[in-house]
């Protein structure tokens, strides 16, 4: 049957057309103005800041380069250089003598290297809370470096050293911030732990894991927690016009894979059809070809985007506020580069690779390992099945070495006390917009979710991409001020966590 239009009909279409265009605009302009307003400041005033004088800044700089000269390397799951951890022990009893004589303070020693503080505080009706650090660092050769890693030493403004940046500067910065309070008289109303984890780097067995169970059986509860994330990003996600706090609610899960391929060896003369490194090489290569769907929007990311849409230069702001229509060209943008490809699915890295022993022998067996890194929608039981329909060969064996799912996601509600503390403070501090975030990375704190469901990663720095690469890489450094500002940061979450109230916020012109 064929379709004829009169002249008037043609109109009446196009008339449609135009009114659903205008209703479409109208409600992605309306969506994005009645976006809730970022810029707030805090009714009320947080805690003063922190007044130094010379010599005391002199000794917070000196506090963090001494740290950093104790090479407190995590090599491997099963070699640490405990030297250096026993070192470490003397250093901070030293370096913070009033944190360690304080009547207010019980300290003890967990898993052998790992430190406890709990400081009592005077109202024991509100539940404590947690500030959770780790003293060891990932290797690091002084190749590639301005100045030697473990030296300690300071360049234009800048302390250098792995461990300036992670983890090392927040064990140094939340210790130097109570040495602090404790000088200025201050006594703690709300009481608060400090954890200070030695294998953070390996995974946090014998560290925050023991200091986990050392709190179960004295059946603690926690108000809220604090440890590493990525702080203030400056300039890092892609069309936002100032930087931006992200605070971490949940960590994505992690499953470490292991491939087998066996096959019957002989000499390289006289190879099969197809042999353990060529069958495995097509797994790996499948894995790496077909990326685990795009899931952006179905985790906590969206409310990060969306409640950052007002950040966003122009035509941004308008797609981020709309994300029930732009989903599909955000999520495709997201997956062009590597962190944001972090944030929208599960990643699949190939990392290690082993096959063979002389040229001249096919091997009886080659394996390789594959990280997966899990979307907060996505378990490790779904994973493990899509990762076998995209392998699709027996032949390949699958062994899961480590395995969990993605982290719960901590409240970010305006009634959460540890939420909105954070917040305050940050505010206050940065003066910069605070959003939730997915945390791409794993932290110690993800073994602490039975004693709080309020899990938070956030390190008070304000850090660029260049600054992010030098986390693990090379010249890791912090400068002077954004260490002293994250003193400052630890000095008001502390005596802004006193309170008994969640922060009210109001709308104004930051
Ligand atoms: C006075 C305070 C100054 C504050 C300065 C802090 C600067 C910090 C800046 C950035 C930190 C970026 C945080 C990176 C965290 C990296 C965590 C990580 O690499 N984790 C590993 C290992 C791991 C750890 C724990 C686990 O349970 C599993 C794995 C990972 O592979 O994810
Ligand atoms: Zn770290
Ligand atoms: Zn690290």
Same mark, same amino acid.
């Given at each position: 049957?064929?379709?004829?239009?009169?002249?008037?009909?043609?109109?009446?279409?196009?008339?449609?057309?135009?009114?659903?265009?205008?209703?479409?605009?109208?409600?992605?302009?309306?969506?994005?103005?009645?976006?809730?307003?970022?810029?707030?400041?805090?009714?009320?005033?947080?805690?003063?800041?922190?007044?130094?004088?010379?010599?005391?800044?002199?000794?917070?700089?000196?506090?963090?380069?001494?740290?950093?000269?104790?090479?407190?390397?995590?090599?491997?799951?099963?070699?640490?250089?405990?030297?250096?951890?026993?070192?470490?022990?003397?250093?901070?009893?030293?370096?913070?003598?009033?944190?360690?004589?304080?009547?207010?303070?019980?300290?003890?020693?967990?898993?052998?290297?790992?430190?406890?503080?709990?400081?009592?505080?005077?109202?024991?009706?509100?539940?404590?809370?947690?500030?959770?650090?780790? #003293?060891?660092?990932?290797?690091?050769?002084? @190749?590639?470096?301005? =100045? $030697?890693?473990?030296? %300690?030493?300071?360049?234009? +403004?800048?302390?250098?050293?792995?461990?300036?940046?992670?983890?090392?500067?927040?064990?140094?910065?939340?210790?130097?911030?109570?040495?602090?309070?404790?000088?200025?008289?201050?006594?703690?109303?709300?009481?608060?732990?400090?954890?200070?984890?030695?294998?953070?780097?390996?995974?946090?067995?014998?560290?925050?894991?023991?200091?986990?169970?050392?709190?179960?059986?004295?059946?603690?509860?926690?108000?809220?927690?604090?440890?590493?994330?990525?702080?203030?990003?400056?300039?890092?996600?892609?069309?936002?016009?100032?930087?931006?706090?992200?605070?971490?609610?949940?960590?994505?899960?992690?499953?470490?894979?292991?491939?087998?391929?066996?096959?019957?060896?002989?000499?390289?003369?006289?190879?099969?059809?197809?042999?353990?490194?060529?069958? #495995?090489?097509?797994?790996?290569?499948?894995? @790496?070809?077909?990326? =685990? $769907?795009?899931?952006? %929007?179905?985790?906590?990311? +969206?409310?990060?985007?969306?409640?950052?849409?007002?950040?966003?230069?122009?035509?941004?702001?308008?797609?981020?506020?709309?994300?029930?229509?732009?989903?599909?060209?955000?999520?495709?943008?997201?997956?062009?580069?590597?962190?944001?490809?972090?944030?929208?699915?599960?990643?699949?890295?190939?990392?290690?690779?082993?096959?063979?022993?002389?040229?001249?022998?096919?091997?009886?067996?080659?394996?390789?390992?594959?990280?997966?890194?899990?979307?907060?929608?996505?378990?490790?039981?779904?994973?493990?099945?899509?990762?076998?329909?995209?392998?699709?060969?027996?032949?390949?064996?699958?062994?899961?070495?480590?395995?969990?799912?993605?982290?719960?996601?901590?409240?970010?509600?305006?009634?959460?006390?540890?939420?909105?503390?954070?917040?305050?403070?940050?505010?206050?501090?940065?003066?910069?917009?605070?959003?939730?975030?997915?945390?791409?990375?794993?932290?110690?704190?993800?073994?602490?979710?039975?004693?709080?469901?309020?899990?938070?990663?956030?390190?008070?720095?304000?850090?660029?991409?260049?600054?992010?690469?030098?986390?693990?890489?090379?010249?890791?450094?912090?400068?002077?001020?954004?260490?002293?500002?994250?003193?400052?940061?630890?000095?008001?979450?502390?005596?802004?966590?006193?309170?008994?109230?969640?922060?009210?916020?109001?709308?104004?012109?930051?």
């Amino acid at each position: 049957m064929a379709i004829s239009m009169g002249k008037g009909s043609v109109g009446v279409l196009t008339g449609v057309f135009i009114a659903s265009l205008a209703v479409v605009v109208a409600v992605l302009l309306l969506r994005t103005y009645n976006l809730p307003e970022l810029k707030v400041a805090w009714k009320g005033k947080g805690a003063p800041r922190i007044e130094l004088e010379e010599d005391e800044r002199e000794q917070l700089y000196e506090a963090l380069k001494g740290a950093l000269r104790i090479p407190t390397v995590s090599f491997s799951p099963s070699e640490q250089n405990t030297t250096a951890l026993e070192e470490f022990k003397e250093y901070i009893k030293s370096a913070f003598p009033r944190v360690f004589n304080s009547s207010l303070v019980e300290y003890e020693l967990v898993g052998g290297y790992s430190h406890l503080f709990n400081v009592q505080g005077s109202d024991n009706s509100l539940l404590p809370y947690m500030l959770l650090a780790h #003293l060891d660092v990932v290797p690091a050769t002084p @190749e590639g470096w301005d =100045l $030697p890693p473990f030296s %300690g030493e300071e360049k234009d +403004g800048y302390i250098y050293g792995r461990g300036s940046l992670d983890d090392k500067s927040r064990v140094i910065g939340i210790l130097q911030a109570l040495e602090f309070l404790f000088k200025k008289g201050y006594k703690p109303r709300r009481s608060f732990y400090i954890g200070l984890g030695h294998d953070e780097e390996i995974s946090g067995r014998h560290g925050a894991k023991e200091i986990v169970k050392t709190l179960e059986t004295r059946n603690v509860k926690l108000e809220y927690l604090l440890d590493e994330g990525f702080g203030v990003l400056d300039g890092v996600i892609y069309g936002t016009k100032r930087p931006i706090a992200l605070i971490g609610v949940t960590e994505k899960g992690a499953i470490t894979l292991n491939l087998t391929v066996n096959s019957p060896p002989g000499h390289s003369s006289m190879p099969p059809r197809e042999s353990s490194i060529g069958i #495995l090489s097509a797994a790996l290569s499948r894995l @790496e070809q077909n990326r =685990l $769907p795009n899931l952006f %929007g179905t985790g906590p990311e +969206g409310s990060t985007f969306e409640q950052l849409a007002n950040e966003f230069y122009w035509p941004l702001n308008i797609m981020m506020a709309n994300l029930w229509f732009f989903n599909p060209i955000i999520s495709r943008l997201m997956a062009l580069t590597p962190s944001g490809n972090a944030i929208v699915r599960t990643t699949t890295a190939l990392t290690i690779v082993n096959g063979g022993i002389k040229a001249n022998v096919i091997p009886a067996t080659a394996t390789a390992t594959v990280n997966f890194r899990l979307h907060p929608a996505q378990t490790v039981e779904e994973v493990l099945n899509m990762v076998s329909e995209i392998i699709m060969d027996e032949r390949v064996i699958l062994s899961a070495i480590k395995a969990f799912d993605p982290l719960p996601i901590s409240p970010y509600d305006e009634e959460n006390f540890g939420y909105q503390t954070l917040k305050r403070t940050i505010t206050d501090l940065f003066s910069v917009p605070v959003a939730p975030a997915v945390c791409t990375v794993n932290t110690d704190s993800r073994h602490f979710v039975n004693l709080t469901e309020s899990v938070y990663r956030f390190s008070p720095v304000v850090m660029t991409a260049e600054d992010l690469g030098r986390v693990h890489g090379l010249n890791e450094r912090i400068s002077r001020e954004g260490f002293e500002t994250g003193i400052q940061f630890y000095w008001q979450l502390i005596q802004n966590s006193d309170s008994d109230t969640v922060p009210v916020h109001r709308h104004s012109e930051l």
